[in-house]
């Protein structure tokens, strides 16, 4: 890793059985780069987790969503000058070795943001077939609507240069943000790739999207992304910096 100033944003809700693994990952693998868990709200004992773990807490008194969460870490980024941001899910689905790989097109000038793809190198846990479905499905919208090659949409393992943490501390997606702040960055002129990245099962617990809600978020996701196709910038930002 660069020698410059690194948060990795670690957004947790109800994680505290997974987060002592995902935080010693990352300081084995990143030991010059600061941590930040945004505890959204946990009704365990993620903070306190988190704290023991010598990681710097955000906490939310309610549950705001992943995008409320990866937004408090954009905005804390954004707020004490980090020159990159990490993002890393707190379930230990994210292997914190890749991030290297992560930055450099960063680091290189070639992009503003860059996602993590399980799908470029196909090792590691690809999730079930029906989710497949729907990320391809995904991937093919966000290529048409907002000229975005990405094969892996809905990964939350990103990384993000300083026009982009700036553009996130202000403007942020709120419910389902992973494939829709693609279009924001789009939308804002900024350059997205994407590099080949493992993912593992996550360690403990389940995903909180079952199939109903996976329905529901394919539905809700398109007609966001086809709303980016039309009207300004402003318009169709997501959510804003809170007040």
């Not at 690809?126 to 919208?141: C, K, N």
């Not at 002129?189 to 995903?207: A, F, K, W, Y």
Request: a positive charge.
């Amino acid at each position: 890793m660069p020698a410059l100033r690194t948060l990795v944003i670690v957004p947790a809700y109800n994680e505290a059985r997974n987060l002592p693994h995902v935080i010693e990952s990352v300081r084995s693998a990143l030991p010059a780069c600061d941590i930040c868990v945004v505890d959204d709200g946990s009704s365990d004992g993620t903070a306190t987790v988190a704290a023991g773990s010598g990681a710097m807490v955000l906490r939310h008194a309610v549950n705001l969503g992943i995008g409320g969460a990866v937004q408090a870490g954009y905005l804390w980024a954004r707020d004490h000058g980090y020159d990159l941001a990490v993002q890393i899910d707190g379930d230990g689905q994210h292997n914190p070795a890749f991030v290297p790989a992560l930055v450099a097109p960063v680091l290189e000038g070639r992009a503003d943001l860059v996602v993590g793809s399980r799908f470029l190198g196909r090792e590691g846990f690809l999730s079930t077939r029906v989710r497949r479905l729907g990320i391809g499905y995904l991937s093919v919208l966000v290529r048409v609507v907002c000229g975005a090659t990405v094969t892996d949409p809905t990964s939350g393992f990103r990384a993000a240069g300083r026009s982009a943490i700036e553009l996130f501390a202000g403007i942020y997606p709120s419910d389902y943000p992973e494939p829709e702040s693609i279009a924001v960055a789009r939308r804002h002129g900024l350059r997205v790739t994407e590099v080949p990245v493992r993912m593992d099962p996550r360690r403990h617990g389940q995903s909180s999207i079952g199939f109903r809600r996976s329905l529901y978020y394919l539905v809700k996701v398109s007609l966001e992304l086809l709303l980016h196709s039309v009207g300004s910038p402003q318009a169709r930002a997501g959510t804003k910096e809170p007040t």
